[in-house]
C-alpha cells in the first residue's frame, strides 16, 4: 500500500526505547503515553483534531502531540448560519481543546514554523523542537493577497473574506449586513477553482438572502464568479428562484463575471472586461493556497497545494510527512472538513500502522456537503471515492455518490436541512467531544 514496509518487531523495540528516551523532559501526560512512537500534528482543525482522537483511540501505545496556536476552534462550516441571523455570536460554532487533552493529545499552543524531514523534527515559533516519527500536517489554507489587484489583508477590512476565522470571524460580514440601508447592493466575488468548500460561496449567498428576505426585503444579491458554473447549481438556481425570487444575480466567469480588481474607498469591484460594479457590502473571497507551513517546508514544491501518495495521503516530497485536509492536492475530492476527516482516518491508520506494525485497511473515502439553502431546506452532494494502484490519483467508485434530486417535496428538502445539522453536531462531537 504504501512505500513503507510495516516496522519488524525489534526496529518497534528500538523505536519505542528512542521515543521514552525523547520524551524523558516532557510533562507527565506525553510520558504516560509514549510507547510505540511519536505522532506529531500540526493544525488542530477539521483534519488536525479528528486525526488526533482517531490515534488517541486506535492507537493507545502512540504519543500524540498536537501543535495550534488557537486555544480554540472555530469553524467555518455553520458560519453561514450566522449570517442568516440564526444565531447572534460565533459560540455555538467554537470549541476548545480540554477534551481531546483530556483523551491524553499533548497540546502544543504554538505555531509551527519548520519541518525538518531528514531530522523528522518540528520548530516552532517560541522556540520548542519537537521530534516525530510520524507527522500529519492539516493547516488548511491562506488566501492569496493581492491575486485580485488592490486586494490585501487592509482592504479586506472595508470588503471582507470571512473564509478563514482565525483571522477574519464572519461576524465582518454580519456586522456590515446589518448597517446595509435596505435596498443596497452585496456583491459577492466567487473564486476559482479549487477553493474550500466548493458549495460554500453559493450557501452564504443563500443565507444573506435569508437575511435579506426578513429584514431588507429591497436588497439586491450580485455574485461575480470567476467559473462558468458551480457546485450544485442547478439545484441553488432553483432554490433561490423558489424562495427569492429575483433578489439573487448570478454572473459567470464568461459573462464577465470574474472581479480582477478591487477599490475599497469607492467600494467598487471591477471585472475582467473593465466593467465596475458599486456595492454597500462586499464579500471578497480570493484565490487560496496550502497554508505557509505547508508552503514553506517544501510540501508543495513551489506550487499552491501539497502532492501527496493518494492511498496514504503521505507527501511526495517529504518521507513520514502526511498532508491532509484542504492543503493537499487531491481531486476530484472537493476541499471540505468532511474530506479533512476522512483524510485523518487514513493518513492515522497508515502512520499508526506503520509504527506499531499492523496493516491498514483498504483506502476508500468519504464526502458529503450539504448546503443549507433556506429556513427548512437543505440540499446535498455525496461522493465516493478510491485511489488508483500506484497512488498517483484518485477516482470516483462506479454507480456511487450523488446530489439531490431536482423536484422534491418540502419535506424532503428540510429532512436533508436536518441531516446537515446532524452531520455538524457529529462531526465536530467527534472532534472536540
Ligand atoms: C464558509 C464556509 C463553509 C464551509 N462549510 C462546510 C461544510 O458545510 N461542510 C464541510 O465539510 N466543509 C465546509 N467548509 C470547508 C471546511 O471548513 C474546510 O475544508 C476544513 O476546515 C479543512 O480542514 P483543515 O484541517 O485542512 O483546515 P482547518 O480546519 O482550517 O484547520 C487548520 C488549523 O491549522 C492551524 N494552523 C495553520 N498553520 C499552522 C501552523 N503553522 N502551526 C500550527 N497550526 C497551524 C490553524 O490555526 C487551524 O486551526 C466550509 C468552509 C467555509 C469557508
Given at each position: 500500500m504504501t512505500k513503507h514496509t510495516p516496522f519488524s518487531v525489534s526496529r518497534r523495540r528500538a523505536l519505542a526505547g528512542a521515543a521514552a528516551i525523547a520524551v524523558a523532559g516532557a510533562p507527565a501526560i506525553l510520558r504516560a503515553q509514549a510507547t510505540a512512537g511519536r505522532l506529531v500534528i500540526v493544525g488542530g482543525g477539521f483534519g488536525g483534531a479528528s486525526a488526533a482522537r482517531a490515534a488517541r483511540e486506535r492507537f493507545p501505545a502512540v504519543a500524540v502531540t498536537l501543535i495550534e496556536p488557537a486555544a480554540s476552534f472555530t469553524t467555518?462550516?455553520?458560519?453561514?448560519?450566522l449570517i442568516a441571523g440564526?444565531?447572534?455570536?460565533?459560540s455555538p460554532i467554537t470549541f476548545g481543546y480540554d477534551k481531546l487533552i483530556a483523551r491524553g493529545v499533548a497540546k502544543v499552543t504554538d505555531t509551527a514554523v519548520e519541518i525538518d524531514s531528514a531530522k523528522k523534527t518540528v520548530r516552532t515559533s517560541g522556540g520548542q523542537t519537537i521530534a516525530y516519527d510520524r507527522l500529519i500536517v492539516s493547516p488548511g489554507i491562506d488566501l492569496k493577497w493581492n491575486a485580485i489587484k488592490g486586494y490585501d489583508e487592509a482592504a479586506s477590512a472595508a470588503m471582507?473574506?470571512?473564509?478563514k476565522p482565525s483571522l477574519q470571524p464572519v461576524t465582518a460580514l454580519t456586522d456590515k449586513l446589518k448597517a446595509m440601508p435596505d435596498g443596497g447592493v452585496f456583491i459577492m466575488s466567487a473564486p476559482p477553482n479549487?477553493?474550500?468548500?466548493?458549495?460554500g460561496p453559493y450557501e452564504r449567498a443563500s443565507m444573506v438572502a435569508e437575511y435579506f428576505k426578513k429584514a431588507k426585503p429591497k436588497s439586491k444579491i450580485l455574485i461575480l464568479d470567476s467559473k462558468d458554473g458551480f457546485s450544485k447549481q442547478p439545484l441553488f438556481l432553483a432554490a433561490w428562484k423558489q424562495?427569492?425570487?429575483?433578489m439573487i444575480e448570478w454572473v459567470s466567469s464568461n459573462n464577465?463575471?470574474?472581479?480582477v480588481a478591487v477599490d475599497p474607498a469607492s467600494m467598487t469591484v471591477e471585472t475582467e472586461f473593465g466593467k465596475k460594479h458599486k456595492g454597500d457590502v462586499i464579500n471578497i473571497i480570493p484565490p487560496q493556497q496550502a497554508a505557509k507551513i505547508a508552503r514553506d517546508s517544501g510540501l508543495t514544491g513551489g506550487g499552491d497545494w501539497a502532492a501527496i501518495?493518494?492511498?496514504?495521503?503521505?507527501?511526495k516530497a517529504a518521507r513520514d510527512v502526511f498532508v491532509i485536509g484542504d492543503a493537499n492536492a487531491a481531486p476530484?475530492?472537493?476541499?471540505s472538513g468532511f474530506v479533512a476527516n476522512n483524510t485523518a482516518m487514513r493518513a492515522v491508520a497508515v502512520a499508526g500502522a506503520q509504527m506499531t506494525g499492523g496493516t491498514p485497511p483498504k483506502a476508500l473515502y468519504f464526502n458529503t456537503c450539504y448546503s443549507h439553502v433556506g429556513d427548512n431546506y437543505g440540499i446535498s452532494v455525496v461522493g465516493i471515492y478510491r485511489p488508483n494502484a500506484d497512488g498517483s490519483k484518485i477516482d470516483e467508485a462506479p454507480n456511487s455518490g450523488g446530489i439531490s434530486a431536482r423536484e422534491a417535496t418540502a419535506d424532503i428538502r428540510a429532512g436533508e436541512a436536518t441531516y446537515a445539522d446532524g452531520w455538524y453536531r457529529s462531526i465536530t462531537d467527534y472532534m472536540f467531544g
Open positions: 467555518c462550516p455553520y458560519g453561514n448560519l440564526r444565531y447572534s455570536d460565533t471582507p473574506h470571512c473564509w479549487p477553493f474550500r468548500c466548493p458549495p424562495l427569492y425570487g429575483d464577465e463575471g470574474r472581479v501518495d493518494t492511498r496514504s495521503f503521505e507527501s476530484p475530492m472537493p476541499k
